[in-house]
């Protein structure tokens, strides 16, 4: 028997089986003594005092006191010899089976057996039961019996009604068969129990038993506070498992709160609510002593029912596995609660109900217990004998009011034995007859619950023995019975909660004195925060001063903030969870909550009380309502206030340190984000958005997420739902049940704005749903009526739906079927919400949630009601649209992908009945828990999560955008900015790709041409290489679309972001098309014109040449006799002067350069009216007269000139000026370029300089300016006066060279060479062979390497570190204002600013002069360029067709053919080689190729001498132009500041910039007293100021309607007050140049600017660019 007191003491075991024995031994009291006398336990004198007891019962109840008193020792050694005492006394065998029978045993097998053995050291947790894993998504019967704890507590978290029903789902066997034949039909037909395989069945109190001893104390509250919640009977006493002793369940009761209408209160409807630990109320015991048919605990569920209404609270043996033997959960003591509701109650009062479970013989402290707390027991029975009526005659009638509820069982009466005893009862206990409720057999159940509750209700009236759960404890003494809460950890924790709430009586006072931070300070920062964004107090002031007023108001709002002490409670909060161990700090904030959450609803309690007595009294006084109304909303009191504060002391701590107020060494709060991101972590909810301010605290919020990001490696990627819907929908019990969260969801909590939580994904589920983590993100009810009558409600529920919708791959939009005026607004919300989030680039998924749905076939039934809903979620839809000016949305679909029936889901209301008493609705947790399924399986699907840096972004830019009142559609955070930059290097990349290949075709196009006869370029040639152009363009473009496509289809680089501009990127690649198809068929077209502008220059040279050719043949003939050199020389010099000067073939022509422009210029004036042509007509001469040209007021409309006289007259005139500079500029570029050619004079220049000029002319924008056709005919006629002049030049230049006698005498040095060496009959392969290739092959050579330089140059560019400067419009900003920076010149920044484009081509200039003059140069192209060329010409001359030739002539003539795509080979030098050549063929190859090495190093030499500059000039792509056509985009500027444009491709719909500067920068300046302007655009178009320029003519217009004129521009507010830092220096660094240099007054500049320095200045342009 050594085993009977393993896990109890002796002393316990003998106190526990006192009654047993002493009905054994009472028989033969003297054989007990025989048997003791050998150990020895009682001396004679104690022997001789038990010889006097009359009784012999008497005897052995003093005996075994005797033996209690003499302490454990003498226990040990009785009971080990009660084994040796069973011969003499055979029933002490039977005690072994009921008492002695060893409980850890049957624990630990349970234990084994339910797979929880490592868990009875390292307790389960919550986070371990609430984190989402693959079996989350199963919720079936379990199958094995390790299942059945985690099918439980997922079913019990989840609130499912059927977490008790917890039997395997059975296997059906092979074995099993439908035989006939089989021998078991008596078996089968037998009404006995068949046995089964015990391993198929536990008892639901033993897995709970089990699983409450494998729980730390957190997760043995939530079960608990869940099973209260489904109305299931709770753990009150849980019997040992392993250990000695019971525990009383106090803290796990902690968290259950109840509310009930007591009936007091049922007339005014009024209600009460509190902690059932807290509540002082009767206490009614059930126990059993003996066997009983009757079950217990379903009696009490009838008794507990309320009418029409049938629950199971407790578990009996008509439920699934109730009837299964209990194994370790005898002694467990459940209790349950009656709560009334004011109307049809079965008891006026709460009760609560204590249920035994097993006999209480066998529990006898339980009962014990349960005698001192109760103010009645019922003790059901069916007889009683002697042993039973002693052991009851020992309890104290003073503790309770037994009841003893008798059922002898069907057809039998009670019998005599126990009528007699309960006659004795009557007298020992002073129980009276109506005592004793005893079944009759005519009775039926329902006769026989209403006695028991009219017994209770007797008692409830006669005697108020009320007491809380909280004050029980004190009635444990002497029993094994420890208290769960009483661990030192707990203990300590709740002694530092209550030295904090201990001090707060009234919440609202408390929080103005010791949350001070929160109150007001922050109130007015977050308004001040506000109105920087929006500027709506403007009131005439300047926008740039009125925002230094507001930081400067900010700053010392912070500095107030920094300089408060913090209070005691603060303090004592602080420590409390910063030097607290992990269990310590749970324990804490547990206890803070409970604590803080019982005074707030008192608070709330009386203020409401207050309200309801004023609206009786007073309904009128509405000042006095609204002011209660407003104390009632400021009585809300929870940890987020606490954890608020501290974020509020961090934030003015960072405020003081960026404005160097503080210095590093006086920080105090660096270490509360780590903090709090440890409480995140451990699953606490951290406020996102503070309701009350309408705020977020964005520094302390980052820096918690970054410490979060920190703590989990920089790897954790999360997926975030969201719920939105009206207040009361029921939005965080639904979060609650899904995900098992703790959302406050108790009345008395008023707080406002967004929790999140962060819910961890098992490792087996991470790779599959994509994510280590799903944050949960609760938002306050919108439209919630406490607070329609505070400020801004509206508006604050409008950006919370906007910015959570936006951090959301799902949301869940929850609506209760009966609210459906406030679910109209709310749908307002989400659609405008969406669209939002549409044009952004993110594509949350949105699930609607129809609540309180009860029927079962609500799916089919609201399919009307769906449609209907789709009816109004489109025509919101079309309303937010116009209201967002997006008005090619007409339709809910065209702003997500919405499925009317995937979407929608329809869930019954979360009770099954009336509450308090209301069960969970089934049906509830059932589709909860399906929606759940659903969205993550949804998440699966979805694209790639965000990580923590990525998700700061968003709250960052998002709430930017929010606080800007109206959500800009540019939206652009970091995260869109980098994927918009990567698309856009992509890009660029195609589009040079596309570039190149015309460019390729245009090169080899000209070299044809140029290598043609002009009479053979006609029609047909035409049509080929038009047809090859096409061919090349649409192959070109396709593969740009298919890349672009694939881009997008690969769901990298957060591409789903930048959706809203694959249209632009698709208009861009059509739009290069049509730009590459016109410059290659202009290209083709100036080729084939010069060509045939060149065939009678041609023509009359051929004549001449062929003339000459034939004297020196007549000379050669004739002159065969022998003459000495000079007689030579002096033959071929009177030949060759007789023939020039006798022969007149034809001269070139000269032209009147200047006349045909003329005549172009007049045929594009024709068009512009009667006037302007009168003035044309009187025009017969273009001249160029003026160095400058002049805007004046001829230069405007009649209508306009009222306005110039009124207006300050020199914004008009500056951009009229503006844009004249601009066309000369380009227009003498390109006569340059075209002057530095060698080519004559084409009409083609004119007409592409009439081309240039118009398209310049012609956006619609410049219509604004109002210039006149006087103005288009001077700047035509400007241009082209100084175009005529430098044309005629080059004409001039060109017949001069081109002159048949002097071509021919750039000849004759070669002819009279050729002469000689025929006459004296020399070999001269060797020297024609050397005359090619310096000739022909050299010049050809060197121009095949100016063609293909510049895009050796622009590849190299685009490939080199360097290149996303030129791959990004954005990029390439940065990085020259970073320069600009470091040079700090301002003739430099005034270049930039006033000559951007030119600014920028001479940067490009000097960024390639630097890059090529300093590293070895172009040498490297040069020498390969050199190598291709001169290996294809070598090719060639070995080539077998060339080495077959029969004449030299041919040989030429074959390799001309071979290389005419590469090389032009000048012809008129060529038939000097050929003139009379008879070398072999082979040797004049071998001789080429032999001087083709020295004709390289030649043209080698050339280039190495020429400048860059130089080289530059002569390559025919220009690198400089095409990197600047890359980078300048499309080259609109700010209307306001002049910033350029950075948007992507060439055909977008919007322009934006990422920085804007002050107008002033941009000449604008004050009409008054002409001082430059501060404001910048990025402020002004949130303010409430006003413009007024040329385009509005000349009226004022609200800056926040600018679109209204300038619909093509984006102007996004700035991201942060810090972002327009770099040009704010910039302004106050050259304030008083400015004013010079753009004939102004100096602006007055906030003294914040003056403070800006260089590094401040350069960190601002790095974020604003996202350059890190």
Not at 149 to 170: D, E, M, S, V, Y
Request: include cysteine.
């Amino acid at each position: 028997m050594n085993s009977i007191y393993t896990t109890r003491g002796a002393s316990w075991i003998v106190k526990h089986l006192k009654w047993k024995l002493v009905e054994i031994f009472e028989k033969n009291v003297d054989d007990v003594f025989d048997e003791l006398d050998s150990l020895h336990l009682i001396s004679m004198e104690e022997y001789f005092d038990f010889c006097l007891k009359d009784s012999q019962t008497e005897k052995v109840v003093e005996l075994i006191n005797l033996i209690t008193q003499k302490g454990e020792s003498a226990c040990e050694k009785f009971l080990n010899h009660l084994e040796n005492m069973a011969l003499r006394f055979p029933a002490l065998s039977s005690l072994s089976q009921p008492f002695l029978e060893d409980r850890s045993k049957n624990f630990q097998e349970l234990v084994q057996q339910l797979n929880l053995k490592d868990h009875l050291d390292s307790r389960l947790t919550l986070s371990d039961v609430l984190s989402v894993g693959t079996d989350k998504l199963l919720i079936n019967q379990p199958q094995y019996i390790q299942d059945i704890p985690w099918h439980f507590l997922t079913k019990i978290i989840g609130l499912n009604r059927t977490a008790r029903n917890i039997q395997l789902q059975k296997q059906s066997s092979k074995e099993e068969s439908d035989d006939d034949d089989d021998d078991d039909s008596e078996l089968f037909f037998s009404v006995n129990e068949v046995e089964e395989d015990p391993s198929w069945s536990i008892h639901p109190l033993d897995v709970l038993c089990v699983l409450l001893h494998c729980s730390d104390p957190f997760l043995q509250q939530e079960v608990i506070t869940k099973m209260s919640v489904c109305q299931f009977a709770v753990p009150l006493l849980l019997p040992a498992g392993d250990g000695p002793d019971h525990t009383f369940m106090l803290w796990a009761m902690r968290d259950i709160v109840k509310k009930w209408r007591p009936q007091s209160l049922a007339d005014s409807k009024g209600f009460r609510e509190d902690n059932v630990v807290n509540i002082e109320m009767p206490i009614f015991s059930f126990v059993r002593l003996g066997r009983n048919k009757l079950s217990k605990s379903k009696i009490l569920n009838q008794v507990l029912n309320p009418p029409q209404q049938h629950h199971d609270f407790f578990i009996h043996d008509n439920m699934e596995g109730g009837n299964i033997e209990r194994k370790i959960s005898d002694g467990l003591v459940e209790m349950s609660w009656y709560f009334p509701c004011g109307k049809s109650d079965v008891f006026p009062e709460p009760i609560a109900v204590a249920n035994l479970r097993g006999d209480l013989e066998s529990n006898w402290e339980q009962f014990t217990f349960l005698t001192r707390i109760s103010s009645a027991t019922f003790i059901f029975i069916e007889s009683m004998c002697e042993r039973q009526l002693r052991l009851l005659s020992s309890c104290s009638p003073s503790d309770t009011k037994f009841y003893f509820i008798v059922t002898p069982g069907p057809g039998k009466d009670v019998n005599s034995e126990t009528q007699k005893h309960f006659k004795n009862l009557m007298a020992n206990l002073k129980v009276c007859k109506k005592q004793f409720i005893v079944k009759r057999n005519k009775a039926n159940d329902a006769e026989y619950v209403k006695n028991i509750q009219n017994s209770i209700e007797q008692v409830l009236k006669e005697n108020q023995k009320n007491s809380s759960l909280e004050n029980l404890k004190s009635q444990r003494y002497g029993l094994h019975i420890d208290v769960d809460e009483d661990l030192p950890e707990c203990q300590k924790a709740r002694a530092c909660a209550l030295n904090i709430t201990s001090a707060i009586e009234n919440v609202g006072e408390y929080k103005k004195k010791a949350l001070n931070l929160q109150g007001d300070l922050w109130k007015k920062l977050s308004k001040i925060e506000k109105e920087l964004c929006r500027m709506t107090n403007l009131e005439g002031k300047n926008v740039q001063q009125y925002q230094a007023e507001l930081l400067e108001k900010r700053s010392s709002l912070h500095k107030e903030q920094n300089e408060h002490d913090l209070s005691e409670g603060i303090m004592l909060f602080i420590i409390a969870i910063r030097h607290s161990s992990q269990a310590e700090r749970q324990y804490f904030l547990k206890w803070m909550k409970l604590e803080l959450e019982s005074i707030s609803r008192n608070n709330v309690s009386a203020l409401q009380a207050e309200y309801k007595e004023e609206c009786s009294n007073n309904p009128n006084n509405l000042e006095e309502l609204k002011n209660i109304d407003q104390k009632i909303s400021d009585s809300s009191l929870g940890i987020e206030h606490f954890i608020r504060e501290l974020g509020q002391f961090y934030e003015a701590e960072c405020s003081m340190i960026r404005q160097r107020i503080l210095s590093e060494n006086r920080v105090q709060f660096a270490g509360l984000p780590d903090i709090a991101s440890d409480l995140l972590l451990d699953g606490f909810p951290l406020e996102l958005i503070d309701g009350d301010a309408s705020n977020i605290p964005l520094q302390w919020i980052t820096d918690v997420l970054t410490e979060l990001d920190k703590k989990t490696g920089g790897e954790c990627r999360m997926r975030v739902i969201t719920v939105l819907g009206v207040q009361s929908t029921g939005k965080s019990t639904l979060l609650n049940t899904m995900f098992g969260l703790q959302f406050p969801v108790a009345s008395g909590r008023c707080t406002r704005g967004a929790f999140m939580t962060l819910i961890k994904v098992k490792e087996n589920f991470q790779e599959e749903l994509g994510c280590e983590f799903i944050l949960v993100i609760d938002t306050e009810g919108l439209k919630a009526p406490e607070l329609a009558s505070l400020e801004n409600s509206y508006e604050h529920d409008n950006e919370l739906a906007t910015l959570v919708v936006g951090l959301s791959n799902v949301t869940i939009v929850n609506m209760a079927m009966e609210n459906t005026s406030e679910m109209k607004d709310i749908l307002q919300m989400v659609v405008h919400a969406f669209l939002r989030m549409k044009e952004i680039g993110k594509k949350p998924n949105c699930q609607f949630v129809h609540q309180n749905v009860s029927d079962v076939s609500a799916h089919e039934k609201n399919m009307r009601d769906r449609k209907k809903l789709l009816e109004q979620l489109n025509e919101m839809t079309k309303v937010a649209a116009t209201m967002e000016k997006k008005i090619e949305i007409t339709s809910f679909s065209d702003v997500m992908d919405y499925d009317v029936e995937r979407n929608n889901w329809y869930i019954p209301g979360l009770w099954q009945g009336v509450p308090p008493m209301a069960p969970v609705n089934f049906g509830y947790s059932e589709n909860v828990s399906k929606l759940k399924q659903d969205l993550l399986k949804l998440m699966k699907t979805q694209y790639a999560p965000c990580n923590i840096p990525d998700f700061i972004t968003w709250v960052e830019s998002l709430w930017n955008a929010v606080k800007h009142e109206k959500f800009i559609f540019s939206f652009r955070n970091s995260l869109v900015a980098e994927a918009y930059s990567k698309l856009t290097m992509q890009f660029s990349l195609w589009e040079w790709e596309f570039h190149k290949n015309i460019y390729k075709w245009i090169n080899i196009t000209e070299n044809n041409i140029k290598n043609q006869m002009a009479e053979y370029v006609d029609d047909e040639t035409y049509q080929k290489y038009m047809y090859d152009l096409q061919q090349l363009l649409h192959e070109g473009g396709n593969k740009m679309l298919e890349q672009l496509e694939n881009y997008f289809d690969n769901k990298t680089e957060n591409v789903h972001l930048v959706e809203r501009y694959r249209e632009d990127f698709r208009m861009s690649v059509q739009f290069l098309k049509k730009e590459l198809e016109r410059k290659a068929v202009s290209k083709y077209d100036k080729a084939v014109s010069l060509q045939k502008g060149k065939y009678e220059v041609q023509s009359i040279q051929n004549k001449y040449q062929q003339l000459i050719e034939e004297k020196i043949t007549e000379l050669l003939e004739a002159g065969r006799h022998k003459m000495n050199d000079q007689e030579i020389e002096r033959e071929l010099e009177r030949m060759w002067e007789k023939t020039l000067s006798s022969v007149q073939i034809g001269i070139i022509k000269q032209r009147n350069v200047s006349q045909e422009m003329l005549r172009h210029v007049r045929n594009d004036l024709s068009g512009k009216g009667s006037a302007i042509n009168e003035k044309v007509v009187k025009i017969t001469q273009l001249s160029h007269g003026q160095s400058t040209f002049q805007v004046g007021k001829e230069h405007f409309d009649q209508s306009f000139k009222s306005f110039l006289k009124s207006f300050f007259n020199s914004e008009p005139c500056i951009k009229v000026k503006e844009l004249a500079n601009s066309l000369i500029e380009m227009c003498d570029r390109y006569i340059t370029e075209r002057m530095n050619s060698d080519e004559d004079y084409d009409d083609t220049y004119c007409q592409e300089l009439l081309q240039m000029i118009n398209t310049k002319l012609r956006p619609k924008d410049l219509k604004k300016l109002h210039f006149s056709s006087q103005f288009e005919l001077d700047i035509k006629f400007f241009i082209f006066g100084k175009a005529a002049g430098v044309f005629q030049e080059m004409h001039d230049r060109f017949v001069k060279k081109n002159d048949p006698r002097n071509s021919l005498e750039e000849l004759k040095p070669q002819y009279f060479s050729t002469f000689l060496n025929i006459f004296k009959e020399k070999d001269e392969s060797q020297s024609r062979a050397k005359q090619f290739c310096e000739k022909c092959l050299r010049p050809a050579i060197t121009q095949y390497v100016f063609n293909d330089l510049g895009e050796r140059i622009v590849d190299d560019v685009l490939h080199s570190p360097d290149r996303k400067i030129f791959s990004t419009r954005t990029f390439f900003q940065y990085t020259m204002l970073e320069n600009l920076l470091v040079e700090l010149s301002f003739q430099k920044y005034v270049q930039y600013l006033c000559s951007y484009e030119k600014f920028s081509r001479d940067w490009i200039v000097n960024y390639i002069s630097g890059r090529y003059t300093n590293t070895g140069g172009l040498e490297e192209f040069h020498k390969n360029i050199l190598s291709s060329i001169c290996e294809k010409v070598q090719n060639v001359l070995r080539d077998e067709t060339c080495l077959m030739s029969a004449t030299i002539s041919q040989l030429l003539k074959n390799l001309c053919d071979n290389l005419q795509t590469e090389l032009v080979i000048p012809q008129k030098e060529l038939k000097v080689i050929v003139f009379r050549n008879t070398s072999d063929v082979g040797q004049f190859s071998l001789n080429v190729l032999s001087f083709l090495t020295e004709v390289k190093d030649q043209v080698l030499s050339e280039l190495r001498s020429m400048s860059l500059e130089s080289v530059l000039s002569k390559v025919t792509l220009k690198p400089q132009e095409e990197l600047l056509t890359k980078v300048i985009g499309c080259g609109h500027q700010c209307p306001f500041c002049k910033v350029p444009c950075e948007a992507g491709g060439a055909d977008h719909k919007e322009h934006f910039a990422s920085v804007h500067r002050s107008q002033g920068l941009g000449k604008y300046r004050i009409e008054m007293n002409k001082k430059l302007v501060l404001d910048i655009c990025t402020t002004a178009v949130v303010s409430k100021t006003r413009f007024r320029n040329s385009d509005t003519d000349g009226k004022y217009h609200p800056y926040k309607e600018y679109r209204t004129y300038y619909p093509d521009w984006a102007i996004q507010p700035d991201p942060s007050i810090e972002s327009s830092d770099y040009w704010k220096f910039i302004f106050a660094k050259f304030s008083k140049e400015f004013a010079v240099q753009y004939d102004a007054n100096p602006a007055d500049l906030p003294s914040s600017w003056k403070q800006i320095t260089p590094e401040q200045a350069l960190l601002s342009l790095k974020k604003i660019f996202n350059v890190t």
